[in-house]
């Protein structure tokens, strides 16, 4: 449930979370199945949130004193001496609390229902910090399966966008001022880029200019429609004849169809200063390049 006071979504791997203004993903590690993620904030408080999927059973008292003990471990030369409680929430979550030269409150949960245990604290050097308000809320905001339709919501860095479950994170390229992920699922494979500071970039080019060029559009024959109104350039094309024949031998030792057909969109949102470009490549017709279009926006 997300707070008013929480305008801020920050989804990654199927974790998302509702953040108070200019908070952002700090760091990451890991994939669906296990990582970690750290979130941080203008001033001196910090998130950390590790998550683990399976189907084992797991005894989340004991996950979480494991998880103290480390603490402790780590903070053992610093003053004031470490402490931590541990308080039953209820058959599948516990809350916890640390002090030490920093002040934690946390909480060890359990979803049964996608066999996902996720660990989250919010630990600030700040004394007047209210910890418990404001952690409570975005603890109660964070969600780890897919919507009801089943698309796993991914928004950092200011792109907020959705895919089919399905579809697994194969790499992540995020530098300043360019977000760019890179999904598959067998031989679909499906790229989603934001990038900032449009005017200084366009400068000198048309915008239909600036896609075939940049985002090398040129080498792919096929047809193109451009929507100057809304600022929108549509690609449907087909592997040039190298990629092609490289993609079929790939597909033919895997048993599945080449993913032959081009389907990309660019667009412009000048009141943001910022691009979008999606490329879908896939082995047959489908829509689901505007159907991630149309879940594709600026936070």
Not at 153 to 168: D, K, Q
Not at 189 to 200: K, P, S
Not at 283 to 299: F, G, I, N, W
């Amino acid at each position: 449930m997300r707070s008013p006071l929480l305008p801020v979504l920050i989804g990654w791997q199927g974790i998302r979370l509702w953040v108070p203004q200019e908070w952002y993903l700090k760091g990451y590690t890991g994939d669906w199945n296990e990582g970690y993620l750290q979130i941080g904030s203008p001033g001196t408080t910090e998130i950390d949130l590790k998550w683990v999927r399976s189907k084992r059973r797991t005894d989340l008292q004991f996950v979480l004193q494991q998880f103290l003990k480390r603490m402790e471990r780590a903070k053992r030369k610093v003053r004031p001496p470490f402490t931590g409680t541990i308080h039953p929430l209820n058959e599948h979550q516990l809350e916890f609390r640390w002090t030490a030269d920093e002040r934690a409150l946390g909480q060890i949960q359990h979803y049964p229902s996608s066999g996902t245990i996720v660990l989250i604290q919010m630990r600030t050097k700040s004394e007047h910090k209210a910890l418990h308000s404001l952690g409570r809320a975005i603890f109660e905001s964070l969600q780890v399966e897919p919507d009801p339709n089943g698309w796993v919501v991914w928004s950092l860095y200011g792109l907020c966008t959705a895919v089919p479950e399905r579809f697994r994170l194969e790499r992540a390229h995020l530098l300043t001022g360019q977000t760019r992920l890179f999904f598959r699922h067998r031989r679909e494979h499906l790229l989603i880029e934001r990038i900032a500071r449009a005017e200084q970039l366009l400068k000198g080019y048309s915008f239909e200019e600036w896609v075939e060029l940049w985002l090398k559009w040129e080498r792919y024959r096929g047809k193109r429609l451009f929507e100057p109104s809304h600022h929108v350039l549509r690609l449907q094309a087909r592997l040039p004849f190298g990629s092609a024949i490289a993609e079929a031998i790939r597909s033919g030792f895997r048993l599945h169809l080449p993913a032959w057909r081009v389907y990309a969109i660019a667009w412009h949102v000048p009141e943001q200063n910022t691009l979008f470009h999606i490329q879908y490549q896939t082995p047959r017709k489908t829509s689901l390049l505007e159907e991630v279009y149309a879940r594709t926006r600026c936070p």
